[in-house]
């Protein structure tokens, strides 16, 4: 079946500008998760959605950063005024089930994203 | 902030020898799993062992899980060129994982 999609898989864009980066889970997770990599860094987790629960947005770096999910499917990370230090890959994840029985989470190819 | 270490941070080994990696982590987890990057893109999943499981084997992998001394090891069998790749564990305490920053696999052929 057909796994996590995410677009662009690049985007260089200018300091200062606002980008917006998607995400498709599977079908049927009910968890979603954002992750930003770092060159040569682990993996730093953003955002995380489950069901139509509240967002945890702990990880959100700053008040630039925002995400939703609508529909609870497709999901979009902004940032908005970006910065040099954004420069990283963006990764979704999408697991079936969340919580203390959680399952592997599966991810998608990522979003490198360049700011010059 | 991250919890898993992985431990060595590179490893280099011709094709055929076995791989070890190790990962430290400080909290108590429910369980914990084992990711692959290559190319610095998407992760691939290749096992998770529960906090009441010492052992897993899956194909060549084999994990094991000392939760009184907060470790885990990764081992790959007969190594081939096709494992070179980041190998990252991550834990669970609840629903989010926490990622190390991972091993660097070479396998030489």
């Known amino acids: 079946g057909a796994g996590v999609s995410q677009s662009p898989s690049n985007k260089v864009t200018e300091k200062g500008k606002d980008v917006e980066l998607r995400c498709d889970p599977i079908?049927?997770?009910?968890?979603l998760y954002w992750y930003r990599q770092s060159l040569g860094q682990g993996l730093e987790f953003l955002i995380y959605?489950?069901?139509?629960?509240?967002?945890?947005k702990s990880g959100l770096p700053s008040d630039r950063f925002s995400a939703e999910r609508t529909g609870g499917s497709v999901s979009t990370l902004t940032i908005q005024r970006t910065q040099q230090e954004d420069s990283a890959v963006y990764l979704c994840?999408?697991?079936?089930?969340?919580?203390?029985?959680?399952?592997?989470?599966?991810f998608g190819p990522g979003t490198r994203l360049t700011v010059t | 902030s991250q919890q898993g270490e992985e431990d060595p941070q590179a490893l280099s080994i011709q094709e055929g020898e076995n791989a070890t990696m190790n990962c430290s982590y400080k909290?108590?987890?429910?369980?914990l799993q084992w990711y692959r990057q290559n190319s610095g893109r998407g992760l691939v999943h290749l096992i998770l062992?529960?906090?009441?499981?010492r052992e897993k084997h899956s194909g060549r992998l084999r994990v094991t899980l000392d939760t009184s001394k907060k470790s885990s090891s990764l081992l790959i069998t007969a190594s081939r060129a096709a494992d070179t790749a980041s190998y990252f564990c991550?834990?669970?305490?609840?629903?989010?994982?926490?990622f190390g920053k991972g091993t660097l696999l070479t396998v030489n052929p």
């Open positions: 909290t108590s987890i429910n369980n």
């Open positions: 959605f489950q069901g139509n629960s509240a967002p945890d």
């Open positions: 079908s049927g997770h009910t968890a």
């Open positions: 994840a999408s697991s079936l089930l969340a919580g203390p029985s959680s399952y592997e989470q599966y």
């Open positions: 062992i529960r906090s009441n499981e």
């Open positions: 991550a834990t669970d305490g609840s629903y989010k994982l926490t």
